[in-house]
């Protein structure tokens, strides 16, 4: 048997509350994550987590003294990381002069960018000139489904797989803006490492996100939040920012608290 007197437990996403992973059938799997929730939670001399919204959500349904144990240890990044690609051409550009913006990450359950694919489709009808301007790529190792279903809407989003996390934050710095899409939530606790790792490149963020801990920290680090559950609505968004001839300006001092300096 281990001691667990001084058990720290750490969770960068919801447990037992977590969407993503409690739709088995007749809810068998969303039980056991209770019960082995409840366990953790008891021997855990400390419960870490990433964000306000995440530590009111998993102490919701807990006892005072369970609630006290629960601290908030935000994502951070390492600004050396970036520091050998600060000095190198920040814009890729070509000769039809697109917009680039870039997602890092994995597509997986409900987050998958149909809301997008079907804004850029209203936008491919309605003006074709700026449509051609638009590039949406993703890096990331996907599931063979969501590779399918990608390679199908390849008119809209361009797939170029897997690259390390090294090679991620040279691709952030090359990309006009970079892009967070959650699942079409109603609200969302979820604080995705891929936006604090955004955060070190200096590029503009777009959230197509809920409301919730992402859209709040994209707003405050002076990025762009669109419609998460709506095409109509967000091809408009994307045609204003695509025809914007400023961006908005990013809030270094708030980007600061999340480096690991």
């Excluded at 058990?7 to 994550?33: A, M, Q, R, V």
């Excluded at 890729?92 to 997602?103: C, G, L, P, S, V």
């Excluded at 998958?112 to 638009?134: G, M, R, S, T, W």
């Excluded at 040279?170 to 892009?179: E, S, V």
Aim: proline content about 4%; charged content about 25%.
């Amino acid at each position: 048997k281990y001691n667990l007197k001084n058990w720290i437990s750490y969770f960068s996403d919801p447990w037992s509350d977590n969407p993503f992973f409690n739709t088995s059938y007749l809810g068998l799997e969303k039980y056991l994550n209770i019960i082995n929730e409840k366990k953790v939670f008891k021997n855990s001399k400390k419960i870490i987590c990433t964000s306000f919204e995440t530590k009111e959500l998993i102490g919701s349904k807990y006892s005072s003294e369970i609630k006290e144990k629960i601290e908030i240890i935000p994502h951070c990044f390492d600004k050396n990381l970036y520091s050998e690609h600060h000095n190198e051409v920040s814009y890729e550009k070509n000769n039809f002069n697109q917009i680039k913006i870039r997602y890092i990450g994995k597509f997986y359950g409900k987050r998958f960018p149909k809301v997008l694919i079907d804004a850029l489709k209203i936008i491919e009808n309605q003006n074709f000139n700026l449509f051609k301007k638009i590039n949406i790529e993703v890096y990331g190792s996907q599931n063979f489904l969501v590779s399918l279903k990608l390679f199908f809407y390849k008119s809209y989003i361009t797939l170029r797989g897997p690259i390390s996390y090294t090679r991620s934050l040279k691709i952030m710095r090359k990309a006009d803006y970079l892009l967070v899409l959650d699942a079409p939530f109603k609200e969302s606790v979820f604080f995705p490492s891929k936006l604090v790792d955004y955060m070190g490149s200096n590029r503009t963020v777009i959230g197509i996100t809920p409301k919730g801990t992402a859209r709040k920290i994209i707003e405050e680090m002076g990025g762009i939040v669109m419609s998460h559950n709506d095409p109509k609505k967000l091809s408009l968004e994307l045609i204003d920012l695509i025809s914007s001839v400023n961006k908005p300006k990013i809030n270094d001092k708030f980007i600061d608290q999340f480096s690991g300096e």
